[in-house]
C-alpha cells in the first residue's frame, strides 16, 4: 500500500508513478505540488527567476524530488503556520492550517474543508472512472508534460478573477479561459470563488482552465510538475489579503499617479506635447501626466528620445515640471538589427530565442519606415543581466532627466500564439513559462528604481501575471474598441482584474482604434459616457487613435485630437467638471492606496467584496464600488437618462447629487442625464465632501 507521511505540518506521498507534497503555505492555505516519477528515487534541477542554476543539493528544506526553484509567483517565503499533519496507516492523510483542512484518499484524492463548519470547499475530481488519480501527466520528451488537474464543480458557485478578458462576464463560471498573453487578453491564474475559497495555479505555462458545470479542469500545455496554492477565507477580503501576502502586496503609488493622465495615438514632437500642456494650464484644467508615446526614438531597441523631434527633453520634463505635470514614455521590448544596443543585447544572449534555432524574430513596423516591416527581436527580461541591461538605458536616457514614469508597452510580448510558444526564454520554452514575461518587465523596472531609492515603483504595463502587482504594474485593458459595447466590457473585465490581485488598472478611455472621431456626436456621448466612467477608476487616463489619422505608422502619424476639449461644445463642460471632481477625489484615492498596500484589498471592487453576506450584491455586474465608500453605476448605453441602482444592504447611501438618504438592499431608478452617471456615497463617508457642487 502506499501510503502518506507527515513532517513538520506536511504530508508527502510517494507512489510508484507520481510524487504527490501538501504542505502549509501561509495561516489558511495549503501548497500542494506533484509530478510524475519516473523511479522511486527521480529528482529535477531547474533554473530560477533570478537567474540562478541550483540543485536540490543547494536548497535548504525542499523535497526531494519537488523542483523549488521553477519560476511561479510563489517565491516570497510565506508567513508563519500552525499547521498540523497526520497520517493513518490505512493510507489516508488529514491536514489541519487555520481555516482550511485538507483530507487525502488512499489513491491520493484531497479535499479541502472549511476547518470550522467542515463544509466542503473544494474536492479533487478522477477524470476517468478507472484513473485513480486526479492528475494527469502526458510525457512529451525532455522531462516534461502535459499536466491536467480536475476539480468537483458545484452548482450556484461563482468564479471571478483570473484576470481580463474580454467575454464581457463578471462571474466566469461556464467559460473555457485561455491561459495565454495577448493585447486586450492577460491571464492571472488566480480565482476568488464565492464557496469561500482563492486558488493560483502557479504555472506560467500556456493552456486553459475549463470552468465547466461538471468540472472544473487546469491544463498547462507543457510544463515539469504540477504547482497550485488554495486559501479559505470567511469573506473575499481575506482570501485577497492571503493571496497578496504570498505574492507579493503592492507598494504605494505615487501620489502624481493618482491624477488625470493624457494620451493620444502618438504626439509627434515635442513642440505638439507642450502645447498641449500649455493648454490644459491655460485654461485650469487638472493635468498630472503627460505620455510620450511610441516612435519617440529613432529604433526600436534604442531606448532614447530622437534628437530631431525631441531636441530638448531635459528642458521639456523641467517646462512639465513647473506646469506640475509628470511625464511618462513608451517602452518597448523588440530590437530591431539597426538599433545602437541590438549588437551587445544579441552577443551577450540577452535576446530571446527561438526553438527552431536563432533569435525569436517578429515583422514590425520600424519608425520612419512607413509600411516597411523590420524584423524584430525581443529582449530577454526574464534574464537579470538583460533587466539590469534595460534598466541602465531607462536611467541614463529617461529617468536622469526627470522622466517620472515608463509605459511598459506591447509587455505580452505582442506576437502570435504560434511565435510565442517558439520562444525560448533564459527560464525555459515560452510554452512552459511564457505568461510571465510582462511581469519580468514590470520586474525590470521596479527594482532599477528600488535601487535608486524610489519606495514606490509604478508603471503602466499592457500585460501582467501573478505577483506583478508586487512591482507596481498599473495594468491598462490595450487596444479595446470605441463603443459602448466595449465601455460595458471594460466593466466587468476590471472587476475580475481586481479581483486577480492587480490593484491599479484603467482603460483608454474612449477606447482605442477602430473608429472614433471627435465630431460625431454619436461618438462624443460615448466619451462622455467613458470619461465619467474613467474618473473613478483607480487611474485614469484619456487615451486613443481618434480619426484622422493615416497613413498608419508613417512619419508624420500623430492620430487625430484627442484632449478634453475636443469633443464639442456640450461635452467640454461634462469632460472639466469631472477633471475637477477627480482632483477633489485624490486625498480619498491615497486612502485607498494605504490600504491596498497592506491588505492586498483593490481599489475598485465589485458590490459583494465589502457585502458578502448580501446576496444580491453577488449577482451585480454593472455597478461598482471605489473603496468601501462609493458606489458607481455607469451608463454604458447609447441615450440612456436613467438606470436601475442597486444599494448593498449592510449600509445607508447617500444620492451624491441631491443629498437623499437611502437605505440599502433597495433597487431604485436613478436620473442619468448626459451631464453624470449616478454615485451614491456611504452614509457617514468623509469622501462625500468631494461631490459638493460637482458633477457627480
Same mark, same amino acid.
Given at each position: ?46 533554473? =530560477? ?20 526553484t521553477l519560476p511561479g509567483a510563489l517565491d516570497i517565503p510565506p508567513p508563519d503556520s ?35 463548519? !467542515? ?66 487578453l492577460v491571464s492571472i491564474p488566480f480565482l476568488h470563488s464565492s464557496r469561500g475559497y ?75 506635447? @507642450? ?94 519606415? !512607413? ?64 505568461? @510571465? ?30 505577483? =506583478? ?16 459595447? =466595449? ?12 479581483? =486577480? ?8 478611455? !474612449? ?25 473613478f477608476s483607480p487611474v485614469m487616463r484619456l487615451h486613443g487613435d481618434r480619426q484622422p ?10 492620430? !487625430? ?19 475637477? @471632481? ?115
Amino acid at each position: 500500500m502506499t501510503v502518506f507521511t507527515a513532517q513538520d505540518g506536511a504530508l508527502e506521498r510517494r507512489a510508484p508513478h507520481e510524487l504527490l507534497v501538501v504542505e502549509p503555505w501561509g495561516p489558511h492555505a495549503v501548497r500542494v505540488r506533484a509530478r510524475a516519477l519516473r523511479n522511486p528515487d527521480d529528482t529535477i534541477a531547474g533554473r =530560477s527567476l533570478d537567474g540562478s542554476s541550483v540543485t536540490h543539493a543547494d536548497e535548504v528544506g525542499a523535497v526531494a524530488g519537488i523542483d523549488a526553484t521553477l519560476p511561479g509567483a510563489l517565491d516570497i517565503p510565506p508567513p508563519d503556520s500552525t499547521a498540523t499533519a497526520t497520517a493513518h496507516a490505512d493510507g489516508t492523510a488529514r491536514l489541519v492550517n487555520g481555516r482550511i483542512t485538507v483530507e487525502a484518499d488512499e489513491d491520493g484524492k484531497l479535499r479541502f474543508l472549511h476547518t470550522a463548519t !467542515g463544509r466542503e470547499l473544494l474536492a479533487d475530481k478522477r477524470p476517468y472512472t478507472w484513473y485513480p488519480e486526479p492528475r494527469t501527466f502526458a510525457p512529451l520528451g525532455d522531462g516534461a508534460y502535459r499536466i491536467e488537474q480536475s476539480f468537483e464543480a458545484y452548482d450556484g458557485e461563482r468564479i471571478h478573477g483570473l484576470g481580463q478578458h474580454l467575454h464581457g462576464r463578471l462571474d466566469q463560471k461556464g467559460l473555457v479561459i485561455d491561459l495565454v498573453q495577448g493585447n486586450t487578453l492577460v491571464s492571472i491564474p488566480f480565482l476568488h470563488s464565492s464557496r469561500g475559497y482563492g486558488l493560483l495555479w502557479n504555472n506560467p505555462a500556456m493552456g486553459r482552465v475549463e470552468l465547466g458545470g461538471d468540472t472544473t479542469r487546469w491544463v498547462a500545455d507543457e510544463a515539469r510538475q504540477l504547482d497550485y496554492w488554495i486559501t479559505a477565507g470567511d469573506t473575499p477580503a481575506e482570501i485577497m489579503r492571503a493571496y497578496a501576502d504570498v505574492t507579493g502586496h503592492p507598494p504605494l503609488v505615487p501620489e502624481w499617479a493618482t491624477g488625470f493622465w493624457q494620451s493620444k495615438l502618438r504626439y509627434r514632437t515635442q513642440d505638439e506635447l @507642450l502645447a498641449v500642456a500649455r493648454e490644459y494650464k491655460q485654461r485650469g484644467l487638472p493635468l498630472a501626466t503627460i505620455i510620450c508615446d511610441f516612435f519617440h526614438w529613432t529604433h526600436m531597441g534604442d531606448w532614447d528620445f530622437d534628437r530631431t523631434d525631441w531636441p530638448d527633453p531635459e528642458g521639456m520634463v523641467k517646462e512639465l515640471e513647473a506646469l506640475g505635470v509628470k511625464l511618462a514614455v513608451s517602452v518597448w521590448p523588440t530590437v530591431e538589427p539597426g538599433s545602437v544596443n541590438y549588437t551587445a543585447l544579441r552577443d551577450a544572449g540577452l535576446l530571446v530565442g527561438d526553438r527552431h534555432g536563432g533569435l525569436l524574430t517578429f515583422p514590425w513596423p520600424s519608425r520612419g519606415h !512607413g509600411a516597411d516591416h523590420q524584423p524584430m527581436a525581443y529582449l530577454d527580461s526574464t534574464e537579470p543581466g538583460a533587466r539590469r541591461y534595460l534598466w541602465q538605458q531607462l536611467r541614463e536616457h529617461y529617468r536622469e532627466l526627470g522622466v517620472a514614469a515608463f509605459w511598459l508597452d506591447a509587455c505580452e510580448p505582442d506576437l502570435t500564439p504560434e511565435l510565442a510558444a517558439r520562444a525560448v526564454y533564459a527560464v525555459g520554452p515560452g510554452i512552459q513559462v511564457g505568461n @510571465l514575461y510582462g511581469l519580468a518587465q514590470a520586474r525590470a523596472v521596479a527594482e532599477g528604481l528600488q535601487q535608486g531609492g524610489d519606495e514606490r515603483p509604478f508603471s503602466l504595463v499592457r500585460s501582467a501575471w501573478a505577483g =506583478s502587482q508586487r512591482y507596481g504594474a498599473a495594468l491598462w485593458s490595450g487596444d479595446i474598441r470605441p463603443t459602448f459595447e =466595449s465601455l460595458a466590457q471594460q466593466v466587468r473585465a476590471g472587476l475580475n482584474v481586481a479581483m =486577480s490581485g492587480i490593484p491599479w488598472w484603467n482603460t483608454d478611455i !474612449g477606447g482605442f482604434g477602430g473608429g472614433g472621431d471627435p465630431t460625431d456626436p454619436a461618438y462624443q456621448e460615448v466619451m462622455v459616457r467613458w470619461f465619467q466612467y474613467g474618473t473613478f477608476s483607480p487611474v485614469m487616463r484619456l487615451h486613443g487613435d481618434r480619426q484622422p489619422n493615416w497613413p498608419t505608422f508613417s512619419a508624420d502619424m500623430t492620430g !487625430g485630437p484627442n484632449e478634453v476639449w475636443s469633443y464639442g461644445q456640450e461635452a467640454y463642460p461634462i469632460l472639466s467638471a469631472h477633471l475637477h @471632481l477627480r482632483e477633489r477625489l485624490r486625498p480619498y484615492l491615497l486612502e485607498l492606496a494605504e490600504a491596498t498596500h497592506r491588505t492586498g484589498a483593490p481599489v475598485m471592487r465589485p458590490l459583494f467584496f465589502d457585502f458578502p453576506d448580501d446576496e444580491h450584491a453577488w449577482s451585480v455586474d454593472d455597478q461598482f464600488l471605489l473603496g468601501p465608500d462609493v458606489l458607481v453605476a455607469p451608463v454604458t448605453e447609447a441615450g440612456a437618462r436613467v438606470r436601475a441602482v442597486y444599494l448593498p444592504a449592510g449600509a445607508r447611501w447617500t444620492d451624491t447629487v441631491n443629498g437623499e438618504l437611502h437605505e440599502g438592499g433597495t433597487t431604485l431608478e436613478v436620473p442619468a442625464p448626459l451631464e453624470r452617471i449616478p454615485v451614491f456615497v456611504r452614509e457617514g463617508a468623509a469622501v462625500a465632501t468631494a461631490f459638493t457642487g460637482s458633477a457627480g
